[in-house]
Each structure stands twice: as structure tokens, then as C-alpha cells.
């Protein structure tokens, strides 16, 4: 996973000085190095972010950069000490790794109910699943299936289906939640039966 980050360099210590303490973690690997001036180089040449550049180096030095060729380059990523560190913004990089795990627990949730045969205007309403990506998802995970009629539960499985969604109503706007859940404890109906007796019962 890639962090957030920003390049710093700084000028090399002169014989006998110690190097300066760099920001950061010092990226001392010339393959990462080499990568991290070929974008300072690049964003420059196409003066993108400018204040940002100029705010790290002079711009006679970022002017070296853009302008040197690939092969300076390569020997000036092995120069030591170390002139490149990256900043991690910690609270950032959390943030974004909750994301990502919100985004894998969804796409875990969806295929859960595409495998049990959910409807479309279920997985709509749920995940905002349209038309065309759910024909995708179930060529896909149920290969072969086609449309049928919704079976109706009889009166009493309908009674015991509300009974258990009213027992759901404790986690709110959590739908998707909801529905798992009756899923789980009615393992033998179809999905879309038990999807069909919740609309407009309210919560």
C-alpha cells in the first residue's frame, strides 16, 4: 500500500560536517530515490504544484532536476548520505486503510447476496448495484440463472419473517445488516421471498 507522503532534499553535508537530520524516514534504496526525482523532475517540467517544490528546494536546484538526463539521475539517486525522507501523515494513512476495509467488507456483503440469489431491485436499494453491474455480478457468481416469479410465503413463515425483521429494527439504517441477518435465520427461503415480505412494513 502506497502512504501519503512528500518529498524532502536537502543539501549534502560538506566533508567533515555531519549529515543534517532529515524529516521523515530517509529513503536511502537508489531505486526509490530514482523514482522520487523523476516525479519532482516531471511535476516541475509540467510546473505543477510549483509553490509546493519551491517550498523544498531553490529553483536553480529544481532547474538541474528537470533538466538533467536520465543517466544523472540514476548516479545522483546512489549519492550519499541520504537527501531524500518521506512524511507520513499517520491520521491520513489510517484513515484510508479503514476505507479500503469498508470497501472490501461491501464487496464481501454483495457477493454474500448475489450467491443467495438476491434480486435486482434489492441489491439497488442495498448496495446502489444497477442494472447493468448486477447482470455482471450473476453471470458471474450464478452463471446460468434466470429470472423467475417470487415465490409468496404462506401466512405463518410471513408472520415469522415480520416477527424476526421488527427484531432487526435495533441497528437502524443498516439494511444491508438487516436483511443478512433475516437471511441467516431463514435459511430456507429464497432471499427474494424473504425481501419481498419486508417492503413497506416499515421498521
Do not use: Y
Request: positive net charge; aromatic residues 4%; charged residues 25%.
Amino acid at each position: 500500500m502506497n502512504a501519503p507522503s512528500n518529498a524532502a532534499l536537502t543539501p549534502p553535508a560538506k566533508p567533515g560536517q555531519p549529515a543534517a537530520r532529515l524529516p521523515g524516514i530517509p529513503i536511502d534504496d537508489p531505486r526509490h530515490v530514482l523514482s522520487l526525482l523523476q516525479h519532482l523532475a516531471d511535476r516541475a517540467d509540467r510546473g505543477e504544484a510549483m509553490d509546493d517544490l519551491l517550498a523544498q528546494m531553490s529553483a536553480s536546484t529544481l532547474d538541474i532536476l528537470r533538466r538533467a538526463p536520465t543517466g544523472d539521475l540514476i548516479r545522483l539517486s546512489g549519492q550519499r548520505p541520504p537527501f531524500c525522507s518521506v512524511v507520513i501523515d499517520e491520521p491520513m494513512l489510517r484513515l484510508a486503510i479503514t476505507r479500503l476495509e469498508q470497501i472490501g467488507r461491501r464487496q464481501e456483503q454483495i457477493l454474500w447476496f448475489m450467491r443467495r440469489g438476491a434480486p435486482a431491485a434489492m441489491m439497488l436499494e442495498l448496495f446502489g448495484v444497477n442494472e447493468l453491474a448486477f447482470r455482471r455480478l450473476r453471470a458471474s457468481v450464478n452463471p446460468g440463472t434466470r429470472r423467475g416469479r417470487t415465490p409468496k410465503l404462506d401466512t405463518r413463515a410471513e408472520q415469522e419473517v415480520l416477527r424476526q425483521w421488527h427484531r432487526t429494527r435495533d441497528l437502524g439504517g443498516d439494511m444491508a445488516a438487516r436483511c443478512q441477518i433475516l437471511a441467516e435465520a431463514f435459511p430456507e427461503l429464497p432471499i427474494a421471498a424473504l425481501w419481498a415480505a419486508t417492503r413497506g412494513v416499515g421498521p
